[in-house]
Structures are given as structure tokens and as C-alpha cells.
């Protein structure tokens, strides 16, 4: 079975840019989750959905970070306008129902 | 109080030693415990999970949880070169749904040989 895909790998814009980060869970699971992993905060939860429905977006730093998830297959992380203090390392992970969470391969940020 | 704490190390061990790793929780009525093992520049992996009081063995690793203590530890055995790496205690506190996890900060591990 194909793993949580993210895309792009990489990413490098300049400050004030849009960024959209893309994820594609695992078939079959319920839940996704975005995370932002830095050096300093370690990994911190963004948001979560479950059914494609936002359930807790405590964790978004801002109004500038929005997240949306249209169907049970993809979900984006949008950033607007970027500022450098976004870059960081950010991860969608995906599980279902009392199993643990798959996490995808990341996309690595740079605000410049 | 951080809800999930691990000593960040490094933790430092001879190759062929067991390499032990620790991990506390706040959430008395925390249900599930995971340990994700992380490689500079690569994703979490799940390697363990616990649920129940007592030992979990799988392989060369050890899942330990006691929950009158709100403890969990990882043990390592025969501890290799290619298990440096960052390991990550994640918890399911109580009352929470939808499998959301808390991570603790992470331990670095060093095996050298």
C-alpha cells in the first residue's frame, strides 16, 4: 500500500508568497493530521480532521495558516502571506480509527 | 508541566548495550503510548506501541508502560550503530478522540561502536 504522500519535498519562496502544501492519506483512513516540526518547538500538531471535517485547529499559529480538506484523499495546508519564521519541516500523518498514526515523508520549508 | 517529557540526552551507548529511554506523562487517564523513531531529515516511524500495564517485546525492543506511575520506557537491546537516532514518546491523553497524539520533545540517541 502507497504511504501518506506530501508534496512538494521542497519548497523555497520568498517572504510574503502563498505556500500550499499538499497531502494524500493513507486509503481508507479517517483522520489526517498536519504538523510543524522546528529545532526549537519540536513537533507540534497544526490541525486535524476527521471524516474531512476540521475537528481542532488550536494549533494554528495564525490566521495567515489555513487548512482544508474537500475530499477523503487530499488535503491542503495553505500559507498566506509566508513570513521566514514558517520555515520548518512539516509533516501530514494519517491513521485510522484505534490505530496509530503513518506519517508522510514532509515538506521542507524555506521562507526566505 | 509539559504533558509528555523525555530527557532530550543525547543518550550515549556502546554498540551491543541496552539503550534505555524514558518517558513521562501528565494525563492520568492517558489509554494509548507509541514510540516513533525519527533519522536526521526523515520522517517519524512508528516502531512500538502499548496499551496495557506491563511489557510489550518486539525484537531487539521493549515497550515497558506503568501507568500508577505515568511512566513509559523503550528499551534497545543489542543496540547497533543504525538505531541513532531520535526517539519520540507520543501519547493519546484521555477524553481525546480522532487518535490525536501528544509528542514529547525526543531523545537523541547515540550508539557508537
Known amino acids: 500500500d502507497a504511504g501518506v504522500i506530501q508534496s512538494p519535498r521542497h519548497e523555497v519562496t520568498e517572504m510574503g508568497q502563498e505556500v500550499t502544501l499538499r497531502c494524500k492519506p493513507i486509503?481508507?483512513?479517517?483522520?489526517l493530521f498536519w504538523y510543524r516540526q522546528t529545532m526549537m518547538r519540536g513537533l507540534e500538531l497544526l490541525i486535524y480532521?476527521?471524516?474531512?471535517?476540521?475537528?481542532?485547529d488550536s494549533g494554528m499559529p495564525e490566521d495567515r495558516f489555513s487548512a482544508k480538506m474537500p475530499n477523503a484523499s487530499f488535503s491542503t495546508l495553505k500559507i498566506q502571506p509566508s513570513e521566514p519564521r514558517d520555515s520548518a519541516v512539516y509533516f501530514c500523518?494519517?491513521?485510522?480509527?484505534?490505530?496509530?498514526?503513518?506519517f508522510g515523508d514532509g515538506t521542507r520549508l524555506s521562507i526566505l | 508541566q509539559k504533558e509528555v517529557e523525555q530527557n532530550s540526552g543525547p543518550l550515549s551507548v556502546p554498540e551491543g548495550a541496552i539503550a534505555s529511554l524514558n518517558c513521562t506523562y501528565s494525563?492520568?487517564?492517558?489509554?494509548?503510548f507509541f514510540w516513533y523513531r525519527q533519522y536526521s531529515g526523515k520522517s517519524p516511524e512508528l516502531i512500538m506501541f502499548?496499551?496495557?500495564?506491563g511489557d510489550k517485546e518486539d525484537g531487539r525492543f521493549t515497550a515497558q508502560l506503568n501507568k500508577a506511575s505515568q511512566y513509559v520506557s523503550l528499551l534497545i537491546r543489542d543496540s547497533q550503530p543504525s538505531d541513532s537516532a531520535t526517539y519520540l514518546c507520543?501519547?493519546?491523553?484521555?477524553?481525546?478522540?480522532?487518535?490525536?497524539?501528544?509528542f514529547g520533545q525526543g531523545t537523541i540517541l547515540t550508539v557508537h561502536p
Open positions: 494525563d492520568r487517564g492517558s489509554q494509548s
Open positions: 500523518a494519517s491513521s485510522t480509527r484505534g490505530q496509530p498514526q503513518h
Open positions: 480532521f476527521n471524516n474531512n471535517v476540521p475537528i481542532d
Open positions: 507520543a501519547v493519546i491523553p484521555g477524553g481525546t478522540s480522532y487518535g490525536k497524539l501528544t
Open positions: 486509503s481508507g483512513h479517517n483522520s
Open positions: 502499548i496499551y496495557s500495564n
